[in-house]
């Protein structure tokens, strides 16, 4: 089963940009579609993007976050990143990386079944 750890949180000013890692350990990175979610102090834990299995070609964007923020994966490293601009306060946030071994992906985290520990993003007016 994969492991998956976040990093590249921190605070920036609003309008900055930050650039977040998901390094995963273990077998199947292929497989699996990959997300980001987040949740912020007092809300429920949001879907930011995701990118479904190599050969499924699916991906998507929050609509708060469209234009702003791009994931990609780079798969001979077993890695994802979601570089994201023109941050606003409204996207401070814990991000959280997770896996979905179905391939499928979506922005539903009840499909998602490995979680990293999360990276705090916070940004400032």
């Known amino acids: 089963q994969l492991q998956l750890v976040e990093s590249g949180g921190g605070t920036v000013q609003s309008g900055g940009s930050l650039r977040l890692s998901c390094a995963a350990d273990?077998?199947?990175?292929?497989?699996?579609?990959v997300a980001w979610f987040r949740q912020a102090p007092g809300k429920r834990r949001e879907g930011v993007s995701w990118?479904?299995?190599?050969?499924?070609?699916?991906?998507d964007y929050a609509d708060s976050v469209k234009g702003r923020f791009t994931f990609y994966r780079d798969n001979a490293k077993n890695a994802g990143y979601l570089v994201m601009n023109n941050l606003t306060p409204d996207d401070t946030a814990v991000y959280y990386c997770a896996a979905d071994a179905s391939g499928r992906g979506g922005f539903d985290e009840r499909e998602y079944d490995v979680w990293g520990q999360g990276t705090q993003v916070t940004v400032s007016s």
């Open positions: 990118i479904s299995s190599v050969g499924r070609s699916a991906n």
């Open positions: 273990g077998f199947g990175w292929d497989f699996n579609a």
